[in-house]
């Protein structure tokens, strides 16, 4: 299993400011992604992480609105850029232990942009 | 496209009551299926999960989970639910060599 935790838990942000959220792993891990989780909805993928490369982004999701850092195997960012208000959700960290697929989440970042 | 559908997205159900959350996936290739459990202002934990062998798969918290590859389907299950079960919980399906999907995830209500 890996713990895992994300800073800031919660923020309450203004409409074209820029927000970073920070995820930090007790241990090394190789995947890394960050997932979007708006009000009553599931889980959507914004983006795959892996240390020593370019992340991956899904679509509907770019680079510009969400850039991404993996500086090391246990630390990653996202930068969530020029907020609007649709921007408000949970911002979920997770990774991949040697277990195939099985994933563990951090606790959430809950972003509200006014 | 694949896809998971978890087919209430709410239930509510009496304390000590027994519960079936049901899941369903949109392929019958290999697969790994997971159950994830999010309590209120948390983030998801792994519940369980089925990666081959047995099709009945027990997780934690008394949870346990059904593969049933014919049905393509994955029912969680709990003979007798705690208040403390209220929580959104979220089947997951990760088809070989491809990433993880959600379904929309079903709140379950714990009635007194």
């Known amino acids: 299993s890996a713990v895992i935790s994300q800073k800031p838990s919660r923020d309450i942000c203004q409409r074209g400011t820029s927000l970073t959220i920070q995820c930090q792993v007790d241990s090394q891990v190789t995947m890394m992604f960050w997932y979007r989780q708006q009000p009553g909805q599931s889980l959507t993928l914004i983006a795959t992480?892996?240390?020593?490369?370019?992340?991956?982004?899904e679509s509907g999701f770019v680079i510009d609105k969400f850039p991404i850092s993996r500086p090391n195997l246990t630390f990653s960012t996202l930068t969530v850029s020029n907020m609007s208000p649709e921007d408000s959700s949970i911002y979920l960290c997770?990774?991949?232990?040697?277990?195939?697929?099985?994933?563990?989440f951090g606790p959430g970042t809950r972003l509200t942009v006014t | 496209a694949q896809s998971v559908t978890q087919l209430d997205s709410q239930v509510p159900v009496f304390e000590e009551a027994p519960v079936e959350l049901r899941c369903n996936y949109s392929s019958s290739v290999s697969v790994y299926l997971f159950w994830y459990v999010q309590y209120p202002n948390q983030g998801l934990q792994l519940l369980l999960k089925y990666l081959s062998g047995s099709t009945l798969v027990k997780g934690i918290n008394g949870f346990e989970a059904e593969f049933n590859k014919s049905q393509t389907s994955f029912h969680l299950r709990k003979p007798s639910v705690h208040i403390s079960d209220t929580a959104e919980y979220f089947c997951a399906v990760r088809y070989r060599d491809d990433k993880i999907i959600f379904g929309k995830g079903t709140r379950l209500h714990i009635l007194p």
């Open positions: 992480a892996n240390q020593g490369s370019e992340a991956t982004y």
């Open positions: 997770s990774v991949e232990t040697s277990a195939v697929g099985e994933q563990y």
